[in-house]
């Protein structure tokens, strides 16, 4: 299985740094999932994700973003597509001493060298407003407990990121303002953001690594690797 360098981070991080007790990585949802839970609060989730769905492609799909082709939703493609085309990049889930899931984390990470960019700035912004939105469902339809979707980059342009966090801002008064729905927060992490991709990931899990002998973990392998080699790295406090 092909493994992403940030994927690898995010894994890490989410054990070492959240305590996570379970972590998958590229998470996809499957018809059998829903099977055992009642037709009838089945039918009505459904109907309330519709509706919301409906709502959402009005909300987010603005002048500006489409003007530029820059398109969240599909012409006439159902929720349920929408949704079947979400695989996380990697999801932890947090237990309660009464081992009941008390959050959701689901992270979808993306490294650009020359920054993020999916054919510029407004087709980023829109990719990853459904990336996030994408996420959000699944939380709701698959889990209805406290989660929070992130989405990670360790470099992106200014424009780009002013508007990423304009998309963001609307995406979280959006998902606020319907009440059915279950709690999501939503966070981007570049090094743009406060807190920046560097302090809230990439340093706390460092000051970690020593603590850590799982050779699955390549991205820690990597970092250990060259502390071991006598690499003079200073890792902020």
Known sequence: MK????ESLAISWLKHVKNCRVVQQNWKATPSMM??????DRNRNDHVLDMVYEKA????????????????????QRRSQFVKQCEIDVMGLCMAEDYKISKVYMVEVAFHEDGLNY??????????????????????????????VIFATPKISKPTWELVEHQI??????????????????TFLSDKSDPTFCNEI??????????????NELFLR??????TAGCKISIPE
């Open 119 to 148: 054919n510029g700035k407004h087709k980023t912004a829109a990719n990853v407003i459904k990336k996030m939105f994408r996420c959000a469902l699944i939380a709701h339809e698959y889990f209805e407990t406290r989660s929070e």
């Open 35 to 40: 099977r055992s839970v009642n037709s009838n």
């Open 169 to 186: 801002i609307k995406l979280r008064e959006f998902w606020q303002g319907q009440s059915r729905l279950s709690t999501v927060e939503f």
């Open 57 to 76: 492609s009005q909300f987010l799909e603005t002048d500006e973003m489409t003007s530029h082709q820059a398109k969240i939703f599909k012409n006439n």
């Open 222 to 227: 990597s970092w250990q690797l060259l502390t």
């Open 202 to 215: 990439l340093i706390p899990l460092l000051h970690s690594a020593g603590e850590v002998s799982d050779s």
């Open 3 to 6: 493994l992403e360098a940030g």
